[in-house]
C-alpha cells in the first residue's frame, strides 16, 4: 500500500508543479487564450491578449484541490522533513525551503559525478556546512 501512496504523491506533486508554471504565464491549456489565437499571431495580426483570461480560475481551484488533497495524513511521511541544518520541520511544497545541492567525481567511475541535496529552509541555508569532498553547486 505503501507504494501506490508513494506514486500517487509524486503524480500530485507533478500536477502541482504544472498548474503553478500555468499561473505563472507558461500554460499549456488548449482552451487558453494564448492557444485560441495563434492562427492570427502567424498571420502578424496583433489582438489584444489576457493571458489565462480563460482559465485562470479554473488553475487556481485546481491548485487548491490538489493542496488539499496533498494535505491528507498518508502524505504526511513525503511531504514533510527535518530541517538538515536547524532540525525543525518543513514542508517540501513550501516557498519559504530550498534544496541545497553538491556534488562530487564519482569514485567508481571517473566519468560520472555524485550528487547530493539537502531539503533545508532559505534562512538556514547559509549555515548549512559543505561535506568533506564535495562540492556546492
Same mark, same amino acid.
Given at each position: 500500500?505503501?507504494?501506490?501512496?508513494?506514486?500517487?504523491?509524486? %503524480?500530485?506533486?507533478?500536477k502541482?508543479?504544472?498548474?503553478?508554471?500555468?499561473?505563472?504565464g507558461?500554460?499549456?491549456?488548449?482552451?487558453?487564450?494564448?492557444?485560441?489565437?495563434?492562427?492570427? =499571431?502567424?498571420?502578424?495580426?496583433?489582438?489584444?491578449l489576457?493571458?489565462?483570461?480563460?482559465?485562470?480560475?479554473?488553475?487556481?481551484?485546481e491548485k487548491?484541490?490538489i =493542496?488539499?488533497?496533498?494535505?491528507?495524513?498518508? %502524505?504526511?511521511?513525503?511531504?514533510f522533513?527535518?530541517?538538515?541544518?536547524?532540525?525543525?520541520? =518543513?514542508?517540501? @511544497?513550501?516557498?519559504?525551503?530550498?534544496?541545497?545541492? %553538491?556534488?562530487?567525481?564519482?569514485?567508481?567511475?571517473?566519468? %560520472?559525478?555524485?550528487?547530493?541535496?539537502?531539503?533545508?529552509?532559505?534562512?538556514?541555508? @547559509?549555515?548549512?556546512?559543505?561535506?568533506?569532498?564535495?562540492?556546492k =553547486?
Open positions: 500500500m505503501s507504494q501506490k501512496d508513494k506514486d500517487e504523491y509524486y %503524480f500530485l506533486t507533478e502541482l508543479e504544472e498548474t503553478q508554471w500555468a499561473l505563472e507558461e500554460c499549456n491549456d488548449i482552451d487558453c487564450n494564448k492557444y485560441m489565437y495563434k492562427a492570427l =499571431l502567424k498571420k502578424r495580426y496583433k489582438p489584444v489576457d493571458h489565462n483570461y480563460s482559465c485562470s480560475e479554473k488553475l487556481k481551484k487548491l484541490t =493542496l488539499g488533497l496533498l494535505s491528507q495524513n498518508r %502524505f504526511k511521511k513525503y511531504r522533513e527535518k530541517c538538515h541544518v536547524c532540525k525543525k520541520a =518543513l514542508d517540501k @511544497l513550501s516557498d519559504k525551503n530550498i534544496i541545497i545541492s %553538491f556534488t562530487r567525481p564519482s569514485r567508481e567511475n571517473k566519468n %560520472f559525478h555524485e550528487w547530493k541535496g539537502y531539503w533545508v529552509h532559505k534562512k538556514c541555508k @547559509l549555515g548549512a556546512k559543505i561535506p568533506e569532498g564535495w562540492k =553547486l
